[in-house]
């Protein structure tokens, strides 16, 4: 008897995972904490159908089956069991909503034509436990549509091994030993004019993966790194040219740490390591920028880095005298130190890597596509993510310019890469 569909036990109730706690108090219709993972079918996408698939999926899934609470000391996550229902694409995408109004829940599945979004509130869980999430979705999409147009049987074995981890794995490996706090240093903004409110620009960049992997085998870097000293580069290139800033170009790159302790979680577990560079001539080349770039990854991709972070953000609210300070309180002091973190960073650029499904599923599936949430405070964000034979990078900003979306590119092309670009439209003017 297939299992499949069928919830697996879980608490009534849960806390944050110790990561998730800022969000909540940060998360504003301006800065919303919301991301997006999408899944291109080569077939339009059939809404009930959909909702099927999202009724089977959500009970093997405890960590998104959930509403957000909160006491007088600490948000906590409580089951959920009202239903969660799909719709159509919203206009913005990672726009703020209101849980209420989504029957309590903390993501939303919604779709446009072919494509399948996962949108998800940072609270619940990072782009690991999303992806594992969307695959299942998806497979039970296609399985139950095979079912109905050619009757074949649905299978007995899911695509994602573990489905409700629910572990905050910053507590299970915390050790009070080397706590090293992340630096504040101001990091040089990018500014410009704004689009009216709520619209954003988005811009993909389309890559062969065979191309790419050649250029960075020949350089001897990965992928991220690459990607990441272009970034640098093209900032430089566009805005320290003739005029040298005080303050560094600082790229945060979101790291999983489940491969790094051995974690199974579905919430939260991702760490962030900040490359600085720190602009003191005009005359910097990319190689030198990129051989800083290896050497920064280098130097910080280790478990006892990573290991010293959580030291330092887990001991914070061990600490007794926080745990009673009532949540008001806190989250002045959250709120504080959020600030604080957006301004010691220029950019953010995270690699979801590919997107891995059985065989059997290879046939209905065109594309994935990564969206992370941009604000006033962050005016744009970068994200990758890859599917068979194609990267695609996608920019997204509340900037109406295109000064460094178009360096990036043209440094890409400079080295040789063929780039597909696709918009929203927003600025479609400012790339002619």
Not at 126 to 145: H, M, N, P, S
Not at 330 to 349: G, M, V
Request: with cysteine; charged share 20%; net charge positive.
């Amino acid at each position: 008897m297939s299992n499949i569909g069928k919830s697996i036990p879980e608490a009534k109730w849960h806390r944050l995972d110790n990561t998730a706690n800022i969000f909540p108090v940060v998360a504003n219709r301006n800065y919303t904490s919301i991301y997006r993972i999408s899944v291109i079918l080569k077939e339009e996408v059939n809404p009930d159908i959909l909702q099927q698939a999202l009724d089977q999926t959500l009970p093997r899934f405890g960590s998104f089956k959930v509403r957000l609470r909160h006491g007088f000391f600490w948000y906590y996550f409580e089951a959920n069991d009202r239903p969660c229902l799909v719709a159509p694409e919203m206009p913005n995408p990672c726009s703020y909503f209101v849980p209420a109004q989504n029957n309590h829940y903390l993501f939303r599945v919604t779709y446009f034509k072919e494509r399948i979004n996962l949108e998800v509130f940072h609270v619940i869980t990072d782009g690991t436990g999303a992806v594992d999430f969307l695959k299942e979705l998806v497979r039970r999409y296609i399985d139950i549509q095979l079912f109905i147009r050619d009757g074949d049987p649905l299978p007995d074995q899911p695509v994602v091994d573990v489905f409700s981890d629910i572990e905050d794995s910053y507590l299970k490996n915390f050790s009070n030993k080397n706590p090293k706090a992340y630096s504040t240093e101001r990091a040089f903004e990018i500014k410009g004019e704004k689009f009216p409110i709520y619209t954003k620009g988005i811009i993909i960049g389309s890559i062969s993966i065979k191309e790419i992997v050649a250029l960075c085998r020949d350089k001897g870097v990965t992928i991220t790194q690459y990607l990441t000293a272009v970034m640098i580069f093209s900032i430089y290139r566009e805005y320290y040219t003739g005029q040298l800033h005080k303050r560094p170009i600082t790229v945060s790159v979101p790291v999983n740490l489940r491969p790094y302790f051995n974690s199974t979680s579905t919430m939260n577990f991702f760490s962030v390591i900040p490359i600085v560079f720190r602009v003191e001539r005009d005359d910097h080349t990319f190689e030198e920028i990129l051989e800083y770039t290896k050497n920064q990854f280098s130097e910080m991709l280790t478990q006892d880095y990573f290991a010293s972070k959580i030291a330092y953000n887990v001991s914070f609210v061990k600490k007794m005298y926080i745990r009673f300070i009532p949540l008001f309180i806190k989250n002045i002091f959250l709120k504080i130190s959020y600030i604080r973190s957006a301004r010691a960073n220029t950019i953010t650029l995270t690699n979801i890597g590919r997107f891995k499904v059985p065989d059997r599923y290879k046939p209905f599936i065109s594309g994935i596509g990564l969206l992370l949430g941009a604000s006033s405070s962050e005016a744009v964000k970068c994200s990758v993510a890859s599917y068979e034979r194609t990267l695609n990078v996608t920019f997204i900003s509340v900037l109406s310019d295109t000064y460094l979306q178009r360096a990036f590119f043209r440094k890409m092309s400079e080295d040789g890469l063929t780039i597909t670009i696709e918009t929203n439209g927003a600025y479609y003017e400012n790339l002619h």
